[in-house]
Nanobody, 127 residues
Framework: QVQPVESGGGLVQAGGSLRLSCAAS????????MGWFRQAAGKEREFVAA????????YYADSAKGRFIISRDGAQNTVALQMNNLKPEDTAVYYC????????????????????WGQGTPVTVSS
């Protein structure tokens, strides 16, 4: 098992950047696929980005593509989400999740494709 723990959220002005970090607790999770989701007030949780266990494949929601970058540092058991050119509509609680699926490509954008979830870190983008 892994216990994702998010950090790095905060308040940022529109057009600015934030880097979120997701760290494993107690053991390596390099063999897990990782994803970032977000949930804005009054909305459903939505997929943002994902990366496979090897770090060789990344996936992005249309809203994130071109602005956000997901990466992983296996030595630190950390997955990062670099968010650039932030917009007010990016305001949400961001969650990190880990997947133990072997066949990840078809499930990376669904909550059901993940087994372990962090508590979330809030991001607020002011206009």
């Amino acid at each position: 098992q892994v216990q994702p723990v998010e950090s790095g959220g905060g308040l940022v002005q529109a057009g600015g950047s934030l880097r979120l970090s997701c760290a494993a607790s107690g053991r390596t999770y390099s063999s897990y696929h990782m994803g970032w989701f977000r949930q804005a007030a009054g909305k459903e949780r939505e997929f943002v980005a994902a990366i496979n266990g090897a770090g060789s494949q990344t996936y992005y929601a249309d809203s994130a593509k071109g602005r956000f970058i997901i990466s992983r540092d296996g030595a630190q058991n950390t997955v990062a989400l670099q968010m650039n050119n932030l917009k007010p509509e990016d305001t949400a609680v961001y969650y990190c999740a880990a997947s133990k699926l072997i066949y990840f490509r078809g499930a990376y954008s669904t909550e059901g494709g993940y087994d372990y979830w962090g508590q979330g870190t809030p991001v607020t983008v002011s206009s």
